[in-house]
Every structure is written in C-alpha cells, then in structure tokens.
C-alpha cells in the first residue's frame, strides 16, 4: 500500500510539473526507400518514449519492385496497428524543378535541398500537388485519410493552409499547428446548430485562437534535417532551450538521416530530455 501511495505521488508531482507543457514527438520521411532501417529506429524511439509516436509518410513509390511495395505497405499498416498517429508528408518529398514559383518558393527550394514540393506554387498547381500525393496515399491501400498533413521542410504557398484544411483535420508550418474544429451540424437541415446561449457583446468575448473554424498552437519545429555539421551542435542546444521554454508545444522532429549525422545516443538523449520537461502528445491531443 505505501508503495502504490509512492506511486501514486510521483504521478502526481510529474503531472504537476509538466502542467500544460507538452511536446510532439514525429518521426519525419518514412518513405519507401528507407522503412525497413526506420521501422528499426522507431522501434528504439518508441521503447525511450514508453508509447507510439507520430510518423509523417511520404506516399510516393516510384518504380520499386513489387514485392518491395507490398512490404512498403504491409509496414504502414503495422504502424497503425501498434498505436502510431500517421500523417501525410507530400507527394515525393521533392520538388519539381519545371514548375513555376515564386520568388519565396525558389528560395525555399534552394535552402530546403530541393525538397520543398509546394513552395511557391500556385493555386492550381498546389491543388494538383495535394490530390496527387492523397491519390498516392490510397495507392497504398489506406482508405482513410491521416489526421494531417506535413508539408515537406514546412515551407508552402499562398494557398496550401486552406486546401490542406479543406480535407485534413491539421496542418502545419514552421511556428504553428492549426486544427481544424468539428463543426455540429444539423440532421434535419444540414446547417450549422446555433446554441440557445444569449449574445455576447463584442467587448464581453474572451480572447480566442480560433479563426474560421481553426484553432492555432505555437508549435516550433526541431528539425536537424538537411543543416550543415558544422551547426548541428548549435541546433542540439537551440533544441534543448525550445524544450525547456515555458510556452508552446514543440515539434520534435527525428528524421533516419539523424541517427548518423549526429548519432543515436544524441538522438535519444534529446528525446529523455523532451521526457523530462514536458508531456508526450499526439495531434489529436492538441
């Protein structure tokens, strides 16, 4: 019994103290070429963890070997069946260098290795890159929609947040998350319902984050992706003080590159850093 009470404090503290800090751990580009290396470091991040994480999947398949997409797929569904949040995370999870963009968009291109598919593209051509990657993800035999959707290196256009959220519950950039709320809507008359609640005058309305019917978190990305080396230890301790700082709900991104750029013990360590400092959510928590 005064174990069990022990316990039942340390809880208590621990709850106490991650009060509203919370984090997200996401492991970023699981695609076709490297699951069967990643589906190993998920399994170490997740035995660190203690409990699933959210992987983002970059649908596309190219000309793999039958066999090898069937393994592809059959990994995605395992994913799902141990408890993972899935997201989509572009198309091919690298740009089309025909297509025209903007001045921000060839820029991102340039800093984003030329991964950043939707930067800078129009409002067709953004639209025709979102149906295409969402036509890959049921290729791969998956009916429903994830949760959300990640664009690649975060970078977007005039138009994507809308389209994104037209479909996906969240999306996402460098510095917020935006979930979309359910709307009630009527059995009878397919309208929205209105509550039998008295008007509020403008200036009695409690300050709000959500705007059409979409809420918005501070979430700052931690990513090592794609930096020089010379900077990842910079990143690692910028990373540490983005945990520790008392607002928002940070992105903890780990990509399969990690585990060799600045190793598995750094990775993990990072990830019992977060541990330590915040609580561990999904999407759907937020």
Known sequence: MELNKDIADISAAEAENFKGKRFILCYHDYNIKNFESALVQIDKITKVA???IS??????I???PEEERERFCESIEKLKSEGHELLLHGARHAANLSKERSVFGKSALMFSNNVAEFAGLNEEESQA??????ALWHALGQEELPIGYVPPAWYDNNYLKDQILAKFKTYEDRTTIYKKSDLIVSVNDDEEVETNAEPVAENEKEPSDKEDNTEKFLSFGISFAGLPDISLGVAQTSACLTIQAPIGTPRLTIHHVDFTSIGETRVMNLIRYALSKREKIFYRDL
């Open 62 to 64: 190219g000309a793999a």
């Open 50 to 52: 203690g409990s699933p």
């Open 55 to 60: 992987i983002a999947v970059v649908p596309a």
């Open 129 to 134: 890159l979102l149906d295409r990657s969402i």
